[in-house]
């Protein structure tokens, strides 16, 4: 008779009937073959529900929806919600579903709400802390990602909490993670006397007599945003002032993005115009030990596609055969997602493609990349930081820029690339010999005004102002 169980952090099928060779977990972010084992004319089927990925440690599968893809009759095989290390797991109708290890009381409104009284009427003295966030928990990356480095070195007496949407998100060393809406999220979130996101703040914020927020936010902007998106609303207005009187302090990278930042979110605190830490790295940074860690082969041309996310659909665009790119250029190209798409897309599959969006860290595929192709991602203000060629692929320029959500400045005008609208010019441009001729003005001039800053000691600059500010308690 077949069942089913979990073993420490395995899923395990039992009893079934021989020979079955092969059958795997497959997820929209990951995938993990089972291990087998025969006796007596049945097959145990055995699913890790923990992997390292991109090369760091073992944690848990990322939460949703897993098929389990074999030709065995799993009909009517069920396991109930049950508690693992680091998740929850239940099993119906061949899918498998991993949730976040939050004790099922604290999940439904009744708990969450408690919780949230408990966090804004809390009273105890602030630790010495920093709670980190970076794109609502999805990963440990960005600014953030950098000042906590650098913090770490600086200041090791300094406890570091990262907020987490679950437990496969890998943080620093020595860093405590804590699960978005668990009772340790709201009691770290409410005790830590420094907070550093790049996003808004979401849930209820109560502000504890002496906390701090430095809003490092995630790129310089091209396209418009906050008050300056199309469209007048008056709800829109109201939250993004409520949500900008939360930060004590707006990081730009340049002054350029330090007067839009000011004006999109009427901000009233300190602008501190230092860079952004996360592109030190680029000046530092090992490419070669990136590429290792893709499986890369030294000498691989390497292209990194990173589009933008869009207002109006949930999945990475599709304007690319992304296989016929790696063909045509005779490289490797990596596709890098918004992190917006990273929960409702799925990886794409090719024979020289890796789909890197649920890769950690944008700055190291920058580093690992000989080439970008973007589109309005504010990636381009980053990568111009190593000089790099850069093409434009933009099929709805148009639409994007007239109805979706306009821009700052001429794209076209000013790209320090070539700007294409389909894949047999993106094909040519890629081909050209002259490119870096062709643009070496427009680059220069473009890295003068958005890349001044960009010396590689960002970070180092950042985490003395909040020292001297007292921000961080470095006694």
């Known amino acids: 008779m077949t069942s089913i169980l979990v073993r420490d952090t395995s899923l395990v099928i039992s009893g079934i009937p021989t020979p079955h060779a092969h059958a795997e977990l497959v997820g929209a972010r990951a995938r993990v073959q089972a291990a087998s084992a025969s006796d007596s004319g049945t097959t145990e089927l055995v699913f890790a529900l923990t992997q390292s990925r991109w090369g760091g440690s073992v944690l848990p599968l990322p939460t949703g929806e897993y098929r389990i893809t074999t030709d065995a009759d799993l009909a ?3 396991l109930t919600d049950t508690a693992m290390d680091g998740m929850r797991v239940r099993v119906a109708e061949g899918i498998v579903t991993i949730s976040a290890p939050i004790d099922p009381v604290y999940q439904s409104p009744e708990g969450q709400g408690a919780l949230e009284r408990r966090y804004t009427a809390a009273g105890e003295p ?3 802390a920093v709670f980190f966030e970076s794109f609502y928990g999805r990963n440990a990356s960005c600014n953030p990602l950098a000042l906590d480095r650098e913090i770490a070195n600086r200041l090791p007496e300094v406890t570091r909490y990262w907020s987490v949407v679950d437990r496969s998100v890998d943080v620093p060393d020595g860093a405590i993670a804590v699960v978005e809406g668990s009772p340790e999220w709201w ?7 420094l907070l550093i996101v790049n996003d808004w703040l979401r849930r209820a914020f109560a502000r504890r007599p002496g906390q701090k927020v430095l809003q490092t936010w995630h790129g310089t902007p091209l396209k418009r945003l906050a008050l300056h998106r199309p469209g007048f609303d008056p709800r829109r207005m109201v939250a993004v002032i409520r949500e900008s009187r ?8 340049n002054a350029y993005a330090s007067r839009i930042l000011k004006a999109a979110y009427r901000f009233r605190g300190a602008l501190w115009t230092e860079g952004y830490p996360r592109n030190d790295v680029l000046i530092s940074g090992d490419a070669h030990a990136v590429r290792t860690t893709l ?3 030294p000498g691989e041309r390497v292209l990194l596609y990173a589009p933008t996310w869009r207002d109006d659909r949930t999945e990475m665009v599709d304007f690319l055969d992304l296989n016929e790119l790696a063909r045509a250029a005779d490289a490797v190209v990596l596709v890098r997602g918004h992190s917006r798409t990273l929960l409702p897309g799925r990886d794409t599959e090719g024979p020289r493609v890796i789909d890197v969006t649920s890769f950690p860290d944008t700055s190291r595929l920058i580093l690992a990349a000989d080439e970008l192709i973007t589109d309005y991602s504010s990636v381009m203000f980053d990568f111009s930081v190593t000089g790099k060629p850069m093409s434009f692929l933009v099929p709805d320029i148009e639409h994007y820029r007239g109805a979706l959500r306009g821009f ?7 790209a320090p690339g070539p700007v294409v609208s389909n894949q047999a010019d993106l094909h040519m441009a890629l081909a050209n010999p002259q490119r870096a001729e062709l643009f070496g003005q427009r680059y220069t001039a473009w890295q003068h005004r958005f890349n001044s800053r960009d010396d590689g000691r960002a970070a180092e600059r950042v985490v003395a102002r909040l020292i001297d500010q007292n921000w961080l308690d470095a006694s």
């Open 76 to 78: 009517g095989l069920t």
């Open 408 to 414: 700052y400045f001429d794209l076209i005008a000013h």
């Open 295 to 297: 499986g890369i082969a």
């Open 187 to 193: 009691r770290a979130r409410g005790a830590s006397r």
């Open 246 to 253: 939360r930060w004590d302090g707006l990081l730009a990278q």
């Open 126 to 128: 602030l630790e010495n």
